[in-house]
């Protein structure tokens, strides 16, 4: 079984990258799990009288590469994801590439949590941003 860092092993500014392309399959899977069938998701013809011009990916899908992020990298497999906000900042498109950061900024030991800066990019743009506090075994 693959383990992530322990508290021990984290340091304040210490941070990592995960990366995944959007795909169709992708927006229409999270559609079918969630039930989330909005138009602007799934329909392209309705999709193109929007603002957007075209189907963008859920914001909780582009959400969930960041607890991705979390649970396989930083700090990877055996944290608790404790809390999470959320600022929705611009679309993800279907064939964009999702850079998601984690970086750690608030370390309590007493208390096992660590607190995470999180950001999604798309082509260099800011698409969303929040702040994760996970809890980490002893």
Known sequence: MTTGYTLEQL??????????????????????VTGDTNPVHLDADYAA??????????????????????????????CIYLEQTLKFRAP???????????????????????TLKTVCECDGKVVVTGEATIMLPA
């Open 92 to 114: 993800v498109f279907i064939g964009q590439e999702v850079v998601t950061k984690i970086t750690v900024t608030d370390i309590n030991e007493r208390r096992r949590r660590a």
């Open 49 to 78: 009288t929007t603002s957007f011009g075209k189907p963008i990916a859920h914001g909780m899908l582009t959400a969930g590469f960041i607890s991705a992020a979390i649970g396989t990298k930083l700090p990877g497999p055996g």
């Open 11 to 32: 340091s304040i500014d210490q941070s990592i990258e995960y990366r995944k392309l959007v795909t169709e399959a992708d927006v229409h899977t999270f559609a079918e």
